[in-house]
């Protein structure tokens, strides 16, 4: 069964850090891009991290140097650690998964991503 699991979710002051979780189903794990999105209600859904099955990484540049995506092959999680939030951080934050690997995955085009998690809540305050 597919499925993409968010947790870590939460409230934090500007400056200070989180790190989400996704917990994925083991043949996404293995054979996926995985990905985060976030969402602020009434806006776009935006690219924030990619973790291709190469390793590889892909970060939007609002992010880049603040946050850093990362998976554990063996618990079939992905994370996503950020640093330093600010207030335009707070939004929903959602794991994807592409099947296709490179450019496909790591332009971060969510009609790209086949499969969604339910989203964990971000809140950055001053």
């Known amino acids: 069964q597919v499925q993409l699991v968010e947790s870590g979710g939460g409230s934090v002051q500007a400056g200070g850090s989180l790190r989400l979780s996704c917990a994925a189903s083991?043949?996404?794990?293995?054979?996926?891009?995985m990905a985060w999105f976030r969402q602020v209600p009434g806006k776009e859904r935006e690219g924030v991290a990619a973790f291709d099955r190469d390793g590889s990484t892909s970060y939007a540049d609002s992010v880049q140097g603040r946050f850093t995506a990362s998976k554990d092959n063996a618990k079939n999680f992905l994370y996503l650690q950020m640093n330093s939030l600010k207030l335009e951080d707070t939004a929903a934050y959602y794991c994807?998964?592409?099947?296709?690997?490179?450019?496909?995955?790591?332009?971060?085009?969510?009609?790209?991503?086949?499969?969604w998690g339910q989203g964990t809540q971000v809140t950055v305050s001053s």
């Open positions: 994807a998964a592409a099947y296709h690997s490179g450019d496909y995955c790591k332009s971060l085009r969510p009609a790209n991503f086949r499969f």
């Open positions: 083991e043949y996404i794990a293995r054979n996926y891009c």
